[in-house]
């Protein structure tokens, strides 16, 4: 904006000056040492910042422009308007109040000028008043660019930590699926190629003395195995584990784990086909339960809470209730901001009621 002012006020100036000799008045050394002056005050309102200067210095601008119109050259009253502009406008606001004082001056001049200082003033105050209305708006959009980019890098940092979350889900459901297969093969295998080893042993040993035993115990060996091989086929045919066991069985852990350490009575319960909760919703439903769990701890006076997950259509319904005192009016917490942040980063919903007990629910949309 300064620039452009600058500009306004050197294409004025020169104006003025190209009109002062062509004028019928005589130009003399106080008319150069006036437009000297009047230049080294309009430069100086660039250099020295400090508050109030620039007024100070557009106020002493306007009265050298009157003494030097007055007694060197009447020319020099038309760069009064910018001036008056620049002082008026940093305590008024309206710029209808701002023109009015721009054009006081006309009362005071010859007919001659009376049209040209018109002109000028008015021209002066509607360049000013669009320069300053775009760069208001200039600024509005660097702002809203500004707040853009920090919700972008909000937005990377929480896809960032979804990624990473995804990665150590996948990582934990092959520790789990190596478990579960470990597991199987222990009950299920281990015991039978036990068995098959210990009559072959048996078998080896009665070889020489009863042929007849040995053959019977090696048979058995031969079936056991075959057994063993037709459970390892089972299993290995059932090898991928699925994902609704493996997101529930979680939150099971988490609220038996969070009623072992607090006196109150939790019950989990869910419908619908709870597989479609990809990994990035089990985190935001566990850690909005967290945080209502939490809440229910501190504030409710409860006994029991009900967690039931709900997969209907169009989105996932997860509610959380205690029986506790409840709130008529819910104040919002970091809490519940949180719970409302991360929800809305998958487009969902929270929806908290505390007119029976407590209530947090949370609604995510999903496609399949």
């Known amino acids: 904006m300064e620039f452009w002012t600058i500009c306004n006020k050197s294409i004025l100036l020169l104006f003025v000056v190209g009109l002062s000799y062509v004028s019928q008045t005589a130009i003399t050394p106080w008319y150069t040492l006036s437009i000297l002056l009047y230049l080294s005050l309009n430069v100086a309102a660039y250099i020295w910042r400090q508050k109030g200067m620039k007024p100070l210095l557009a106020a002493l601008s306007i009265v050298l422009l009157i003494a030097s119109s007055s007694y060197v050259h009447p020319l020099l009253i038309l760069l009064i308007p910018v001036n008056?502009?620049?002082?008026?406008?940093?305590?008024?606001?309206?710029?209808?109040?701002?023109?009015?004082?721009?054009?006081?001056?006309?009362?005071?001049?010859?007919?001659?000028?009376?049209?040209?200082?018109?002109?000028?003033?008015?021209?002066s105050s509607v360049y000013f008043?669009?320069?300053?209305?775009?760069?208001?708006?200039?600024?509005?959009?660097?702002?809203?660019?500004?707040?853009?980019?920090?919700d972008l890098h909000q937005v990377t940092s929480r896809l960032n930590e979804n990624n990473e979350y995804i990665k150590q889900s996948e990582y934990l459901f092959k520790l789990e699926e190596r478990n579960r297969l470990s597991q199987e093969i222990h009950d299920q295998i281990g015991h039978s190629m036990t068995g098959a080893l210990i009559q072959m042993e048996a078998a080896k040993r009665l070889i020489a003395t009863d042929t007849e035993k040995s053959a019977e115990l090696l048979q058995n060996a031969i079936h056991i195995s075959k057994d063993g091989i037709e459970?390892?086929?089972?299993?290995?045919?059932?090898?991928?584990?699925?994902?609704?066991?493996?997101?529930?069985?979680?939150?099971?852990?988490?609220?038996?784990?969070?009623?072992?350490?607090?006196?109150?009575k939790t019950a989990l319960t869910y419908?619908?086909?709870?597989?479609?909760?990809?990994?990035?919703?089990?985190?935001?439903?566990?850690?909005?339960?967290?945080?209502?769990?939490?809440?229910?701890?501190?504030?409710?006076?409860?006994?029991?809470v009900a967690v039931h997950i709900q997969v209907l259509n169009t989105f996932i319904k997860v509610e959380i209730s205690d029986n506790g005192k409840g709130a008529p009016k819910v104040i919002k917490g970091l809490g519940i901001i949180g719970m409302e942040e991360r929800t809305a980063?998958?487009?969902?919903?929270?929806?908290?009621?505390?007119?029976?007990?407590?209530?947090v629910t949370t609604l995510i949309p999903y496609s399949e």
């Open 129 to 150: 008043t669009m320069l300053r209305t775009y760069a208001g708006r200039i600024e509005t959009y660097k702002d809203i660019i500004e707040n853009m980019r920090g």
């Open 271 to 304: 419908e619908g086909n709870v597989d479609i909760i990809s990994p990035i919703h089990w985190k935001i439903i566990q850690q909005n339960a967290t945080e209502a769990l939490t809440n229910t701890m501190k504030y409710s006076d409860a006994d029991a």
């Open 231 to 264: 459970r390892i086929r089972l299993v290995l045919k059932s090898v991928k584990p699925v994902t609704e066991q493996l997101g529930i069985n979680r939150m099971k852990l988490f609220i038996d784990e969070f009623s072992a350490r607090h006196p109150i």
């Open 84 to 123: 008056i502009y620049e002082l008026v406008s940093h305590y008024f606001k309206n710029y209808g109040v701002v023109l009015i004082l721009m054009l006081i001056p006309l009362a005071f001049l010859p007919h001659e000028l009376f049209i040209m200082y018109g002109f000028v003033a008015l021209l």
């Open 345 to 359: 980063a998958v487009n969902g919903k929270v929806i908290v009621d505390g007119s029976r007990g407590f209530s």
